[in-house]
């Protein structure tokens, strides 16, 4: 399901088609509508799994402010999937913890 005409975004293009890949499935997504909305229209939930629990994660606040969305972009650790706009080519995979090496983003687990 996906957003037609929004009262403030307007109208979408729905005929400007890209290709993305998101661990390592080729998905079609809409030219700048957000990784997160083209993840729900193909139905994928989980984003990430925290670093401690390994519980799975996926879209909350939707606005950008929370950390819940965060995945792999292009190699990148850590982008906000629902504030990030799709582009032609991305490679996107699910994150595993903060998504660096164990002491390389300050969020190893506490002993």
């Known amino acids: 399901m996906r957003v037609k005409k929004h009262p403030i975004l307007g109208t979408i293009d729905w005929k400007d088609k890209v290709k993305i890949t998101v661990d390592g499935m080729e998905l079609s997504a809409v030219r700048g509508e957000m990784i997160a909305a083209t993840l729900m229209a193909h139905r994928i939930k989980v984003h990430r799994y925290t670093t401690k629990a ?58």
């Not at 969305?69 to 629902?82: E, Y």
């Not at 504030?83 to 390389?104: A, F, L």
């Open 54 to 111: 390994h519980e799975p994660r996926g879209i909350y606040c939707g606005i950008g402010q929370c950390t819940d969305c965060v995945m792999i972009v292009n190699g990148k650790p850590n982008v906000r999937t629902c504030i990030t706009p799709v582009e032609d080519g991305m490679v996107i995979e699910t994150q595993e913890g903060c998504g660096r090496k164990r002491g390389e983003c300050g969020c190893e687990e506490k002993s």
